[in-house]
C-alpha cells in the first residue's frame, strides 16, 4: 500500500468511526508511526504522511465534530440516508483531504455509527481535489457500497479490509494520470450564463456587479464575453453565452469548448415573452442532453428574468411563472427545478439568485448548513441566515414551522400574509449587511450587533470575523432573551465550522 502512495497525488487515507470511547481512525494508511520515529522520518520525501496514533485521532476528532456535534441526532432523522462531502485543511500536518461523512449501520449498534473518511493530498496540492471532486465522489460513494457491507457486523482486522483500499488507489492513480484531472496551484471553475437572445443575462451580471450605468444603452452579447472573478478561492470564469440563434447553434455544435466541464449553468427565461418559451424549453434541453453525455453533475439555476415590482403580481405573468415551473419539472425529470425571479430593478432578487448558485460551487455549504441546523435548533431560533460582506447568502436554516404563511401559535413570530418569511428573509437579509457596511464605515455603529423589532418578531444581526474575513449573521426570533444564548454558543459554532468556512470564502 506505502509503494501505491508513493507513486500517487494522494498523501494519506483515513478512515475514523465513533465508537465507545469517542471518535477512533479505525483504518490508516500508512499506518500510525511511534511519536519517537516521526523526526526521525521527517528526512524523507516520499510525500505520505508520517503521523502517529494521536495524530490520527485529532483529525478524527476533528472530522467527526462536524458530523455529530454535541448534540444527538433526534429520532425522527434517517442517520443512513445522510452524507457529506467536504473540502478540510489540516494545516498542523501541511495537508488537506475531501472528506466524506456518512453513517454505517451495523448489526450490533442500534443507531448508524457516524463515520468519515478523508483522502489527504499535500496542501499545495489541493486543487485536484476541488478540480476532479465529481469523479472523486462517485470513487468514494461506489467504495462505500463495498466497504459498509464488509464490516457492518464488526470492524475486521487493517489486513482483511486492504484489498479493499488498494482497489480505490488504483481508482485514485487512473483519475490522476487522466488528462482533464489537473493538479495546477489554482483551482479555477467556468460557470455558464445561457438562454434566448434578450433573456437578461448580461443585465444580471451587471446587476450582480452593481455597474448600473451601463445597463443604459445595453447591447446584446455577440458570440461569448468572458469575464473573471475570485471567489472561493478560485478564479470563477463566467461565459456570458449570446442568445442570437446562430450563437446558439453554434455552442452546441462545438459543446466541447462551451459546455464542456461547466461547473455551474444559470439559465434565463424572459417571464414576459410567452411566445419564445417554447424555444427556450428546446434550447434548455439540448444543452441538458449535452451535459449528460459530458457526464457531468452540472447544477442548474434557473433565472426567469424581468420581473419587475409592476407586473410580477399581474394575473398573465403568474400564469407565465407557473407554466414555466411546470414544465422545468418535466424537463427535471419529476425533480424539482430551483428557479427564481428576478428584476435588474431589485438587486436583492439578483443576489439571492446569485449567491444560490455561487453556493453549489464548493463542496463544504451541505456541512456548514448541516451545523448551522443544529445551532440553531439548539438556540431555538426560527431561521438563521450567514452573509458574505457583499450580501451573498453563504448558509441558511429555517424552522419548517415557521416558514408557511400566517402567524405561528407555536412561536409567536409574525409572517406577512402576502408572502413566504423565507423568502422575505432572504430578499432583506442583504440590504442588512449592505446597510451595516455603510454605518460600519462611518463609525454610525459602535457595536458589531443590531436588533430590529418586527411585529412580535426579532431579528438579531451580528457581525463576526472568520480569520481575516468578515461575515454578518442574521436570526429570527421570538424573545430578545435568546440573544444571550446565541452570545453564549456562537463561539464554539464558529471555530467548529472554521475550517469549512474558510475553504469556502477565502
Given amino acids: 500500500m506505502e509503494d501505491l502512495l508513493k507513486s500517487s497525488i494522494v498523501a494519506g487515507l483515513i478512515f475514523s468511526a465513533f465508537q465507545k470511547f ?25 510525500g505520505i504522511l508520517r503521523l502517529c496514533q494521536r495524530d490520527y485521532i485529532q483529525i478524527s476528532i476533528k472530522n467527526l465534530s462536524l458530523l455529530i456535534g454535541d448534540k444527538a441526532y433526534s429520532e425522527e432523522e434517517d442517520l443512513e440516508d445522510l452524507e457529506y462531502f467536504a473540502i478540510l485543511p489540516y494545516p498542523d500536518f501541511k495537508v488537506t483531504s475531501l472528506t466524506y461523512f456518512h453513517f454505517l449501520k451495523t448489526t450490533y449498534k442500534k443507531k448508524p455509527l457516524g463515520t468519515s473518511f478523508s483522502i489527504c493530498v499535500d496542501e499545495n496540492k489541493r486543487s485536484f481535489l476541488y478540480n476532479n471532486i465529481n469523479q472523486l465522489k462517485e ?27 488498494k482497489d480505490l488507489m488504483l481508482d485514485l492513480i487512473k483519475l490522476e494520470k487522466k488528462p482533464y484531472a489537473p493538479t495546477t496551484s489554482q483551482r479555477k471553475m467556468k460557470i455558464l450564463f445561457a438562454g434566448l437572445d434578450d433573456s437578461g443575462k448580461t443585465s444580471f451580471l451587471l446587476a ?42 453554434k ?4 459543446s466541447q469548448i462551451y459546455l464542456y466541464e461547466a461547473d455551474l449553468l444559470f439559465f434565463f427565461i424572459d417571464i414576459k415573452n410567452k411566445k419564445r418559451f417554447e424555444e ?41 411563472i407557473k407554466d414555466i415551473s411546470s414544465k422545468l419539472v418535466e424537463i427535471s425529470s419529476g425533480l424539482v427545478p430551483e428557479f427564481f425571479v428576478t428584476s435588474i430593478f431589485s438587486i436583492f432578487t439578483v443576489l439571492r439568485a446569485f ?23 439548539e438556540i431555538g431560533v426560527s431561521l438563521t441566515l450567514m452573509l458574505s460582506v457583499d450580501g451573498l447568502v453563504l448558509a441558511d ?23 413566504n418569511l423565507r423568502d422575505i428573509f432572504e430578499i432583506t437579509a442583504p440590504q442588512f449587511a449592505i446597510l451595516y457596511k455603510i454605518f460600519s464605515k462611518f463609525r454610525a455603529l459602535q457595536e458589531d450587533e443590531a436588533l430590529f423589532k418586527i411585529s412580535n418578531s426579532i431579528i438579531l444581526f451580528k457581525k463576526t470575523q472568520i480569520s481575516d474575513y468578515p461575515m454578518f449573521i442574521l436570526f429570527l426570533m421570538d424573545r430578545e432573551e435568546k440573544k444571550d444564548k446565541i452570545n453564549l454558543l456562537l463561539p464554539d459554532f464558529l471555530d467548529r465550522t472554521r475550517d469549512l468556512l474558510l475553504r469556502y470564502i477565502s
Fill in 280 to 320: 427556450a424549453f428546446d434550447y434548455l434541453q439540448k444543452i441538458l442532453a449535452i451535459l449528460e453525455g459530458f457526464e457531468q453533475e452540472t447544477p442548474v439555476v434557473y433565472v426567469l428574468s424581468k420581473g419587475d415590482s409592476d407586473i410580477v403580481e399581474t394575473d398573465e405573468i403568474k400564469e407565465n
Fill in 208 to 249: 450582480v456587479d452593481r455597474k448600473y450605468s451601463k445597463l443604459i444603452g445595453l447591447k446584446p452579447t455577440r458570440g461569448v464575453n468572458v469575464n473573471s472573478i475570485e471567489a472561493l478561492g478560485a478564479t470563477i470564469f463566467l461565459w456570458d453565452l449570446g442568445g442570437q440563434i446562430s450563437s446558439r447553434q
Fill in 355 to 377: 449567491s444560490s448558485g455561487i453556493s453549489k460551487l464548493s463542496p463544504n455549504r451541505e456541512l456548514i448548513n448541516l451545523n448551522l441546523k443544529k445551532f440553531s435548533i
Fill in 139 to 165: 470513487l468514494v460513494t461506489n467504495f462505500f457500497k463495498k466497504l459498509d457491507r464488509e464490516i457492518a457486523d464488526k470492524f475486521k482486522p487493517r489486513e482483511e479490509v486492504e484489498p479493499y483500499f
Fill in 22 to 46: 469517542g471518535p477512533q481512525a479505525v483504518y490508516t494508511f500508512p499506518d500510525c508511526m511511534e511519536e519517537k520515529d516521526i523526526e526521525k522520518s521527517q528526512d524523507r520525501d516520499d
Fill in 397 to 419: 436554516y429555517y424552522s419548517k414551522k415557521e416558514i408557511t404563511q400566517g402567524k405561528s401559535p407555536e412561536s409567536g413570530l409574525f409572517i406577512p400574509e402576502n408572502g
Fill in 251 to 254: 455552442y452546441l455544435n462545438k
